[in-house]
């Protein structure tokens, strides 16, 4: 079984649509959690860190729920700039990645 | 930017050769993590160096190899090329490692192709 698991979509949504991603994870000894924003070619760029207590930074929104094994991402009011890949990480000192999920935000 | 720097960008090899890929962390990071991306596939990790020694390894077979140096440059070493190892090598750095993933910041990958 991979560490970390997340649907690799496509998504392809609205412009101003909410849009959530879920990624679960199966080693119960992860400790830190990120999401990654990943546009074609290009490398991964950190978007945000995951806490137990969420995270929220403008129109993203991170939870984590550790009983149940998965980290979340919301983006809010999507916009065009928000296509790209979102990748979650994962793990206890050192990081897995899920295959990551892609979103197009569609005028 | 982030800082992390990787050479060369891209890299074209022959099935059976050798080849040293090259990264250098962000000022202040300790740690160098090593990632494999295949095409339309998220970052698959190879292994870790924190001070120098490696710290993690994922489930890559022994012709991968690395060094971490006093300045926490790092080295990517792979032998006897396959053509399953045409990809995008990522290195990322974080200022540390131990039971927490400190945030890890990557570079932007050298991009190898073997025929």
């Known amino acids: 079984r991979k560490e970390v698991e997340q649907d690799p979509g496509p998504f392809n949504v609205p412009e101003g649509a909410t849009v959530a991603f879920n990624c679960t994870y199966s080693n119960s000894a992860s400790q830190s959690f990120f999401w990654y924003r990943q546009d074609c070619r290009k490398e991964p760029k950190l978007l945000m860190s995951v806490y137990s207590s969420g995270n929220e930074d403008g129109r993203f929104t991170a939870q984590l729920n550790r009983a149940s094994q998965y980290i979340s991402l919301l983006i809010r009011d999507s916009k065009l700039s928000d296509s790209a890949t979102y990748l979650c990480g994962g793990g206890a000192n050192n990081l897995f990645f899920g295959t990551g999920t892609r979103l197009t935000v569609i005028p | 930017e982030t800082g992390v720097t990787q050479s060369p960008t891209h890299l074209i090899k022959t099935r059976g050769q050798q080849v040293t890929l090259r990264c250098s962390s962000q000022?202040?990071?300790?740690?160098v993590s090593w990632y494999q991306q295949a095409l339309g596939q998220g970052p698959q990790f190879i292994f870790q160096?924190?001070?120098?020694?490696?710290?993690g390894r994922g489930n890559f077979p022994p012709r991968f190899s690395g060094l971490q140096f006093p300045n926490y440059s790092s080295e990517l070493n792979v032998n006897a090329l396959e053509l399953d190892d045409s990809a995008l090598y990522l290195c990322a750095s974080s200022l540390g490692s131990g039971v927490l993933s400190y945030e890890q910041y990557f570079g932007p990958g050298t991009r190898l192709t073997v025929t």
């Open positions: 000022s202040g990071h300790n740690t």
């Open positions: 160096y924190y001070r120098e020694e490696e710290n």
